[in-house]
């Protein structure tokens, strides 16, 4: 038995925007719930990302399949008491607006729960919900950067940041394990709760690694690109048909394992200079030209077959062209107008794969407002 | 109202080493759930990471705070006996052993479906659960560069790994979001649910956003360090006191912002060089020098007031150091041997943050064996 669609039945009101939120309402929606994005009249401005998909974004694509739009003016009090009518019945109010919007227009966690006291709240900030940070802007990369994982990305010269947007990702991911575990308190309590959610708490809980080193043994490793700061043979050689391949060794018998089934010299095992890990480390670029002599003799896909079959762990340093035609790469498929998508698919397995439909812009917001005007009482 | 220990009463059996499986296991254990850490006699190998807490590991702290430690040698029919026996009353069996080993030992999920119909299996692997792909080593790096997360990495001129374990993080957060469902659904139908969970899968549906750039906008964006292919001003800067702030102009307005209050040169927002973004990024180099000279004449500190004060997006670009010393990081600490260590909170806040114990290796074999043996029966 496989997951399902296990949320049939909720509904959550999320005023999203960007990355973050809409990853998290993306989520909630493939586990069944019905997910109402709220947008203004202008639209997410990740509507406007790409122009991939016959004019509209592939990207909103990507993160709103399976998802309800509806526009509202919350500046208009017609349109914010149908929201606050919804917001009565609704199971979650997820959030990702600039810092203080939600607590503007009356819809603070405290006024809430007065409404509607099973209602789970997720607010997700750049860097937390008080004090001074609770006014500092946030985009992905700049959170990358205030959390310290530029410092650690890229080459000792230069450091980089992530190439996809990891501090959204991984703060709407958040935002969903939170949400999941206010339902089960609530089956347990009948009572909602209140989630704060700060992307730079994500980060730091991520940056654990390094922070540890950084406090405990001395010193965070340095940036090194591609290379390990420690552990050789580790990192990226090109083979004869150009393509590169990612190795790393990490015990003798692994070594012995190159030396003798890949590199056709069995004595390097028994070679001084690269007997053990600190020799092989410190003979490093010596090692480096025998493996790039034997590598460019062969293709990366025979290389990658020969090390393989020596259970050396490897990898191809992929293009995200390569990615794109990766026999491993499982597809979803939305339709967002009259065009339809691939996409990576969401990584948990589940029983149905449909195509999701991208809603155009308020393409539910007649039947959301007669659905949600009565509930709204003196 | 906040997050409690909602899982409290929930037992996990863990076959978990390393990052991924560790770091679910964590945040099944934060959320209040029993989990017993299965290791071999010589422990899992993360203990060896460093000996930066009193000897032991500072990193294997972080992420084994709060669970069992049970060892138990799975070739030994005695033992594994004692596991099976648990296994008929547990509610979570999560792992990420090496490729088929879980299946080899007659714990496939199968066969446990038979004596425990409520159980949830989770599965950790490299590529996935069958075919060429499962029997593929993997590792964190190897798995970003397999992905293409290092292709979008990094300077022009050199791809780099990202320098936090990355794929094994965003893998066991996205296995506690599928136990939690699996949690949620069995609440409805009675049954358990068996998850594949592959670390390249994860990467991939982060991958969405370069992936759909390549397929349908004509091309992902370059690496390109800290900068950006299309916006300026966008990147680091260099202030007086050799502290760095990153920034982010994503509109006229907040350029006029930055030109008036920040660079004390209004004009500058009707200069024909730098009126309009397309404008600005083709002179950014111009830009950036008169940034750059505002900026040499203050702190990083100063700098940073000045862009708050004018609503400019900004982040200092900090080391590992400056996180460890930021005044928004929240701290919680572990208790292992005799030493205490403090590190970086999980972002979800909720009531409870007391000192976690990181269990000795075996320290709850004995009690396990003794509440795990009548169950077994013929």
Known sequence: MTLGKELTGLTVISLEQAVAAPYCGLLLADAGARVIKIERSSGDFARGYDAGAGG?????????RGKQSVCLDLKDPGDLAHLRAALRVVDVLLSNLAPG????????????????PGLITCAISGYGPTG??????AY?????????????????????????SLTDLATGLTAFCGILRALIQRGITGRGSDLDLSMFDVMADWMNMPLLQHRYTGGAPDRSGLTHSFV???GAFVCGDGGTVLLSVQSNREFA???GQVLGQPELARDPRFAENPARHANRDALAAIITAKFSAHTRADVVAMLDAAR???AQLNSVADLSEHSFLRTARAKIG?????????????GSNDTENVPDLGAHTADFKAEFQKAESP
């Open 312 to 314: 050396i762990a490897n």
């Open 56 to 64: 509209q974004s592939a990207i909103f694509a990507w993160l709103n």
């Open 140 to 164: 992905d990369f700049l959170v990358q950067a205030e959390a310290g994982i530029c410092a650690v990305t890229g080459t000792p010269d230069s450091p980089a940041r992530v190439g996809v």
């Open 101 to 116: 919007a939600v607590a503007r227009m009356g819809l603070g966690p405290e006024a809430l729960r007065q409404i509607n």
């Open 232 to 234: 050789a043979p580790y």
């Open 257 to 259: 394992a190159l030396s």
């Open 338 to 350: 009259a065009d339809r998508i691939d996409m990576a698919s969401l990584p948990l397995r589940q």
């Open 132 to 137: 001074e940070a609770a006014q500092k802007k």
